[in-house]
């Protein structure tokens, strides 16, 4: 006999506890299943932790550079790895437990424990039990990928997930992947007070973001002592005496690197490959991503994938974003898309990378006329208050309709700035209604209206 549900729920990241939620609300009879961690990966081994632990090393940069500001610190400063990992389990701690008991205590909402699998359309096994809805909706998530790199198998490696039980500073951290994943832990273990060595399959650092932004952020990185690697076009990997030894290149000689423990950062892949998916009649794409629609349906009627899984997004604010959309088209009779929304997101090194919209390249290849606004961040008053100038600002308009096409703010609080980028753009109201409006001093954000009326032809 199978336990029968109105709608059930497979994961609890980000879209997964906030739709059971609604859904138990407005009546309906819900399972919410879980293997895991609940909160999933932005609350365990993702945005939370490493946020925290990004405070922490910025507390470090500060303590180091303290001098700078008049500040005399007597004495050696020095990272407490133990407690910076207590901090860390505390916060997050609070937070997957604040996930777990709202589920647990949302009438109409039964919690199921275990591994799900589909048996068919309709009905979901989780260890001997059996549900099953006419409404099923996957929020399963992602995990860190393992690439095929010849000698791994012979080298012990971390990913995000292990680096949430490092409470000790590795003497060397060697990162395989400059992208937003890697380039966080390298920045904080190099603040802790590691030797960092980054290495980085393409020829630039954060390859989907623009080639001005790729090097400032490594002039960031090598500024803080960070060992950068580019073109490495084929890594292997292995082991001298207690040292872990990664060769980078075949097509131009040999060169080499060396660490003391390695970190792969090289991607993410769906948690979709042991979910039964073929007996529901689910259709993936080739990198095992769920097809959706606009509105997030899958092909098979009655199954939804919301989240990472359903590579429409890989971030927090996305699927989040799609909880807000399915819930939207089913409970409010307000029509939302995915097409809707205007993509955004933010690399949390010091200082943060704020973006929205598209790429210079983007717009290049999309046949615009476009206008472009620049400034660095040794001209904006704020970041020069605060000793902090690396980076700059900008901004991509369409020259005939006036829209905001894109922007990157790569400076002090640039992943909080980037949303007047953001809202405007969602607002689809012409950059003039940005530019004159009136912006508090003194804040990165002042300059958005100044860099506005300074375009060039991009
Ligand atoms: C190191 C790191 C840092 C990040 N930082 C940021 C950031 O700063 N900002 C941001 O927006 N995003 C960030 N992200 C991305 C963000 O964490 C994810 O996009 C976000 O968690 C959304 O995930 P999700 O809702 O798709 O599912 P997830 O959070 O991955 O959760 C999926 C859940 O489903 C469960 N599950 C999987 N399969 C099954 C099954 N068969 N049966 C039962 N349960 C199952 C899992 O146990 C998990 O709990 C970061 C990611 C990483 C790895």
Not at 76 to 96: C, F, L
Not at 108 to 120: D, K, L, M, P
Not at 137 to 158: K, T, W, Y
Not at 235 to 262: F, Q, W
């Amino acid at each position: 006999m199978a336990d029968s549900y109105d709608a059930i729920v497979i994961g609890t990241g980000q879209a997964g506890p906030p739709l059971a939620v609604r859904l138990a609300g407005a009546g309906m009879k819900v399972a919410v299943i879980e293997r895991g961690l609940f909160g999933g990966t932005c609350v365990n081994t993702g945005c939370i932790p490493t946020k925290t632990m990004v405070a922490s090393a910025y507390a470090a940069r500060i303590a180091q550079r303290a001098a700078d500001f008049g500040v005399r610190i007597d004495g050696h400063v020095n990272v407490d790895m133990k407690r910076v990992k207590a901090r860390k389990d505390e916060i997050s701690g609070k937070s997957r437990s604040g996930v777990e008991s709202w589920l647990e205590n949302t009438p109409n909402c039964t919690v199921v424990r275990g591994h799900a699998r589909f048996e068919s359309a309709r009905e979901v096994g989780v260890g001997g039990t059996r549900l099953i809805a006419e409404k099923i909706f996957i929020n399963v998530g992602g995990r860190a990928r393992v690439p095929e790199m010849p000698g791994l198998d012979q080298v012990s490696h971390l990913n995000n997930s292990s680096m949430m039980h490092v409470d000790f500073l590795p003497r060397h951290l060697l990162v395989v992947g400059g992208s937003y994943i890697g380039l966080e832990f390298a920045q904080m273990f190099r603040r802790f007070g590691s030797e960092v060595t980054v290495v980085e399959m393409s020829s630039r650092l954060v390859s989907r973001e623009d080639e001005d932004v790729s090097a400032a952020v490594k002039e960031i990185f090598e500024n803080e002592g960070v060992d950068v690697h580019l073109d490495s076009k084929c890594i292997t990997v292995g082991k001298n005496g207690g040292e872990i030894m990664a060769t980078l290149d075949c097509e131009n000689g040999p060169r080499e690197v060396s660490g003391s423990h390695l970190l792969l950062a090289v991607g993410r892949r769906p948690n979709t490959d042991d979910l039964g998916l073929d007996k529901a009649g689910v259709t993936q794409d080739t990198h095992e991503f769920i097809v959706v629609d606009d509105e997030l349906r899958t092909n098979v009627p009655g199954i939804w994938a919301l989240g990472d899984c359903n590579g429409r997004g890989a971030f927090t604010h996305t699927s989040y974003n799609d909880y807000e959309i399915v819930a939207a088209n089913l409970l409010d009779h307000d029509h939302r898309r995915v097409s809707d929304r205007v993509p955004a997101h933010a690399l949390y090194i010091d200082p943060p990378l704020g973006r929205a919209g598209m790429t210079d390249a983007e717009v290049r290849t999309s046949g615009r006329r476009a206008m472009v606004g620049k400034r660095p961040m040794t001209r904006v008053s704020r970041a020069v208050e605060k000793g902090e100038t690396q980076g700059f600002m900008k901004v991509v308009v369409d020259a005939d309709s006036k829209m905001i096409l894109g922007a990157a703010i790569l400076g002090p609080g640039g992943d909080e700035a980037i949303h007047c980028i953001v809202d405007v753009m969602s607002a689809k109201a012409p950059y003039p209604v940005l530019q004159r409006t009136m912006h508090i001093h003194p804040t990165v954000a002042e300059l958005i209206p100044t860099v506005l009326g300074e375009l060039k032809e991009l």
